[in-house]
């Protein structure tokens, strides 16, 4: 229920537009959120089911590896049975480009320059509009040209800049211009400074990451840090988070992270107090235990669970559904941001699952009543 205010306001960077198969990315399109499947791709079952792992969190889009011909030829049997269009991950080999375009990818990964001459260039362009591919030129602060290496004498924001633009430079001078570009590192500050210089530089959509960020705790904060900095300064249209983890976990520390700055809300936001020796109920285990019964729901809603009467009316008046701990196992439950009704302790979970299921679907009724009389 957060107003918009000055100090709320994010102006995004003006970016032209593409298309990642159905999904619109740069302009005015909302911050997509994608991740990477990490099983063999060529086991076709296996990767399916990662992928639609990902969807039930919320992927937009998910990239796949295709190293070699059996797992660019995968793609034929994998993009018809998930919904999220498909961008196939490519190095150095352009006839992986070619049969990954041709097998029903929506998006190429791929870096210009390292794929040889002008005339491979050529064939892959052909191949991404015949097939209605966009791309994305990757640049990597671990693996930049030894031309540019010798240039700056290490990785720098400048040189991952000069490659970002030389590739898409080698793409516009075959007239291909349905591209975006990313510029990571694992360096935090490195990463950022580089997509700072290419966000001044380039009106293209950027995909942003601090790669190799790390395991799911120490990636994520080391992820929320940068691509933090980036989006709440406008500069991002997609984003993954690069965690050693599950896909689904990158999926859903992308969509908190959109949603902590107002950029991206899907499902239930969870306002909870830390707990203390004042909490009237178990904050820590009520809240895991929600978050776990409330994962399937969408509509976005916010919840708060406070365990004394501290903070707890506060936050309940700025969110949909409120619960304040109280004395003798008796809690106070707030709906849109009015006193209601009491709880007793046994109850907090089952009713609190009740009332949040029952909003979501008092605001998709609303939506689809909207939708039919407009």
């Not at 030829?73 to 993009?79: N, R, T």
Request: charged share 20%; aromatic share 4%; proline share 3%.
């Amino acid at each position: 229920m957060s107003s918009v205010r000055a100090y709320r306001q994010i102006l995004r960077r003006k970016s032209r537009q593409i298309r990642v198969g159905n999904v619109l990315v740069g302009g005015d399109a909302p911050i997509s959120v994608q991740t990477m499947t990490n099983t063999p791709t060529a086991d076709v079952a296996a990767t399916v089911a990662q992928i639609q792992s990902a969807e039930r969190v919320g992927a937009d889009i998910v990239r796949v590896s295709c190293p070699d011909r059996e797992s660019a030829l995968a793609l034929k049997q994998i993009v018809p049975q998930v919904s999220v269009p498909i961008v196939a991950d490519i190095h150095f080999h352009y006839k992986r480009a070619i049969e990954a375009a041709e097998s029903g990818a929506a998006c190429l990964r791929i870096n210009p320059g390292n794929i040889g001459s002008a005339e491979r260039v050529r064939e892959v362009v052909k191949a991404a509009k015949d097939y209605g591919c966009s791309m994305r030129i990757g640049v990597n602060a671990g693996s930049l040209e030894q031309d540019l290496l010798e240039k700056y004498g290490e990785p720098c924001p400048e040189a991952l800049v000069e490659s970002a633009l030389n590739h898409a430079k080698i793409l516009e001078d075959h007239d291909f211009t349905e591209f975006k570009i990313s510029v990571k590192a694992s360096d935090v500050f490195l990463a950022v400074a580089a997509y700072q210089g290419l966000a001044e530089a380039c009106d293209y959509p950027l995909h942003i990451g601090i790669t190799e960020a790390g395991g799911l705790r120490a990636g994520t904060v080391k992820s929320s840090i940068g691509l933090g900095m980036l989006l709440w300064s406008g500069i991002g249209d997609t984003i993954r988070v690069s965690l050693s983890a599950e896909p689904a976990e990158e999926v859903q520390v992308g969509y908190e992270m959109l949603k902590s700055l107002g950029l991206r809300r899907r499902g239930v936001t969870v306002i909870s107090c830390p707990s203390c020796a004042r909490q009237n109920f178990n904050v820590i285990k009520t809240v895991e235990t929600l978050e776990a019964r409330l994962a399937h729901i969408t509509t976005p809603l916010t919840l708060s669970v406070i365990g004394c009467v501290v903070n707890g009316p506060g936050e309940a008046r700025e969110t949909d559904i409120g619960l304040t701990g109280g004395g003798n196992n008796t809690h106070q439950v707030y709906l849109s941001g009015v006193t209601d009704h009491r709880l007793k302790d046994q109850d907090i979970v089952n009713h609190l699952v009740g009332l949040v299921e029952k909003k979501a679907a008092e605001i998709e009724a609303e939506k689809a009543a909207e939708k039919a009389a407009g």
